[in-house]
């Protein structure tokens, strides 16, 4: 009973060192893809990506909220609209309720180029995923979903210097 035990542990051992290994992979093509798509507009990657973060936002938010999603400092994200804006991907415009405070919006034409060049990138993404059941595909998206709370902690480990203490 014990060796079956042992056996299942050194199974999930060996499967665990593989998903980091993978998972790592995943990061770098994933990176790499992103660097080419930014490259090929003429953007930094972290621009491409906040673009990417605004459209699934659908409505104008503040630069604060930019910081948020990307989870860098305030000024930072400032930069980064300063050159979208430059680049003719986003707007800034006046809050229609509170004057005082200023909305960041993305250019519907620029938007519309965007999603045209993602959908002849993402042509295959659904075949990925043939042979797959629902319960395995909520397995995936519920992955994905811890995968990116996971990185946003870490994220915050980072930027505060918190790296040498042990995770929460």
Known sequence: MAQRRDAGENKRTRLLEELSSESRRYMASYALFNQAVADHLDLHPTDLQCLNLLGLEGTPVTTGRIAEL??????????????????????????????????VATVPEKAAELGRM???????????????????????IGHMRRTVEFGAAQVIRLRDGMLDTPEA
């Open 70 to 103: 990307t989870g860098l400092t305030t000024g930072s994200a400032t930069r980064l609209v300063d050159r979208l804006e430059r680049a003719g991907y986003v707007v800034r415009e006046r809050d229609a309720t509170d004057r005082r405070r200023v909305l």
């Open 118 to 140: 993602w959908d002849r990138l993402s042509v295959g993404w659904h075949g990925l995923f043939e042979g797959l059941d629902e319960d395995e595909l909520a397995l995936i």
